[in-house]
T-cell receptor, first 116, second 116 residues
Framework: GAGVSQSPSNKVTEKGKDVELRCDPISGHTALYWYRQSLGQGLEFLIYFQGNSAPDKSGLPSDRFSAERTGGSVSTLTIQRTQQEDSAVYLC??????????????FGPGTRLTVT | AQSVAQPEDQVNVAEGNPLTVKCTYSVSGNPYLFWYVQYPNRGLQFLLKYITGDNLVKGSYGFEAEFNKSQTSFHLKKPSALVSDSALYFCAVRDQASGGSYIPTFGRGTSLIVHP
């Protein structure tokens, strides 16, 4: 079956512009995560959605970052007024609900964002 | 609070030799532990996980990991390395006592280089 997909695969934007990154999780996965991976760094947690519950936004680095998940499926991560330090690979992951067990995450290929 | 450490940024091994990638963790309760692999320009792929029970966990591509509670470690191992095993490896932990927080913490990653 289809895995997690992300679009675009690459995005180059000018400083100060807004960008939207999209994630299509695996069908039936109620949990969805966004991470940021910078060169030489590990995975930085950004935001977590679980079903219809309020998202855990504790990892968002500033109020320029926001995310939504429509219909419990597709998610969009929006970065407003991009800065050069936002340049990174943004990874999306989905999993079955952790309410029922510690399930592994399935990751998308990522969106490489470059802010010039 | 939960945390995980991968003390080696890079591990070098000759093809055919055994490999070990180290991971230590800290949790207040008992851990759920995961290993993921990231090939170049790809998202992370799940290798194996420890939930409970046998301390030796077998996973994909011939990898295994040993859970050691007294040493709070979960090292990844393979008896005979292949050049194609060269990749970035991530350890992740989630504290079973973390209540409603279903967010694993990832290590910074270890680059495994297998020489022909």
């Amino acid at each position: 079956g289809a895995g997690v997909s992300q679009s675009p695969s690459n995005k180059v934007t000018e400083k100060g512009k807004d960008v939207e990154l999209r994630c299509d999780p695996i069908s039936g996965h109620t949990a969805l995560y966004w991470y940021r991976q910078s060169l030489g760094q590990g995975l930085e947690f950004l935001i977590y959605f679980q079903g219809n519950s309020a998202p855990d936004k504790s990892g968002l680095p500033s109020d320029r970052f926001s995310a939504e998940r429509t219909g419990g499926s597709v998610s969009t991560l929006t970065i407003q007024r991009t800065q050069q330090e936002d340049s990174a690979v943004y990874l999306c992951a989905s999993s079955l609900s952790w309410d029922r067990g510690p399930y592994e995450q399935y990751f998308g290929p990522g969106t490489r964002l470059t802010v010039t | 609070a939960q945390s995980v450490a991968q003390p080696e940024d890079q591990v070098n091994v000759a093809e055919g030799n055994p490999l070990t990638v180290k991971c230590t963790y800290s949790v207040s309760g008992n851990p759920y532990l995961f290993w993921y692999v990231q090939y170049p320009n790809r998202g992370l792929q799940f290798l194996l996980k420890y939930i409970t029970g046998d301390n030796l966990v077998k996973g994909s591509y011939g990898f295994e990991a040993e859970f050691n509670k007294s040493q709070t470690s979960f090292h990844l191992k393979k008896p005979s390395a292949l050049v194609s095993d060269s990749a970035l490896y991530f350890c992740a932990v989630r504290d079973q006592a973390s209540g409603g927080s279903y967010i694993p913490t990832f290590g910074r990653g270890t680059s495994l280089i297998v020489h022909p």
